[in-house]
């Protein structure tokens, strides 16, 4: 089955830095592969995804880029804010429904 | 819009106790999912479901059982307590326009003592 495999699993960063956050994934039949930020308490929230057809997907200071050939998929935050900080996961489509999940990257942006 | 909700949010079980973690979801999602998330362990498959009446197993189903009886509900039972079933669990569902952008209730915490 699939395995996805996420770094770092914390990043502290400064407001305003940017931060990235890679993942790896086993299976070359994967084609969708989803970012989740959980914050405290609360159920993760899908925030963007890129599918295996497009090299790159931005959405306002988020982005999200894939190597196929590496198998290797990557979450760009930039000028980060407090709201930041949480728990991002990353994930790769692994049956017809079903996402296998990365083991989180805990973000912390220091004001 | 409820979303998906979860119940009940907190549960601390005796070892060998029995529960059910009830989900129900108002989007009228065929897909339905129970994941657990342990600490630095990310989440983990239990059971999903692709409409009522079909269940399926996930990475990790031991100690577990659902059912689907309708669009919106999808318990899960808990036989047997064990303290390895400590754990948040989570509700998920999904639609076929979008299968894989789940949308998460805000989780079920379980002791297991």
């Known amino acids: 089955g699939e395995n996805v495999e996420q770094h770092p699993s914390t990043l502290s960063v400064q407001e305003g830095d940017s931060a990235v956050i890679k993942c790896t994934y086993s299976?070359?039949?994967?084609?969708?592969f989803p970012w989740y930020k959980q914050e405290l308490g609360k159920g993760p929230q899908l925030i963007i995804d890129?599918?295996?057809?497009?090299g790159e997907k931005k959405d306002q200071r988020i982005a999200v880029t894939l190597n196929k050939t590496a198998k290797h998929f990557s979450l760009h935050i930039t000028e980060t804010q407090p709201e930041d900080s949480a728990v991002y996961f990353c994930a790769a489509n692994s049956g017809y429904s079903t996402l296998t999940f990365g083991k989180g990257t805990m973000l912390l942006v220091s004001p | 819009n409820a979303g998906v909700t979860q119940t009940p949010k907190f549960r601390i079980l005796k070892i060998g106790q029995s529960m059910t973690l009830q989900c129900t979801q108002d989007?009228?999602?065929?897909?339905m999912y129970w994941y657990r998330q342990d600490p630095g362990m990310g989440l983990k498959l239990i059971y999903y479901s692709v409409g009522a009446g079909i269940t399926d197993k996930g990475e990790v189903p031991n100690g577990y059982n659902v059912s689907r009886s309708t669009t919106e509900d999808f318990p899960l039972r808990l036989e047997l307590a064990a303290p390895s079933q400590t754990s948040v669990y989570f509700c998920?569902?999904?639609?076929?326009?979008?299968?894989?952008?789940?949308?998460f209730g805000s989780g079920t915490r379980l002791t297991v003592v």
């Open positions: 299976d070359s039949a994967s084609n969708y």
């Open positions: 989007m009228n999602h065929n897909y």
């Open positions: 890129i599918r295996s057809n497009v």
């Open positions: 998920a569902s999904s639609y076929e326009g979008q299968r894989y952008g789940y949308t």
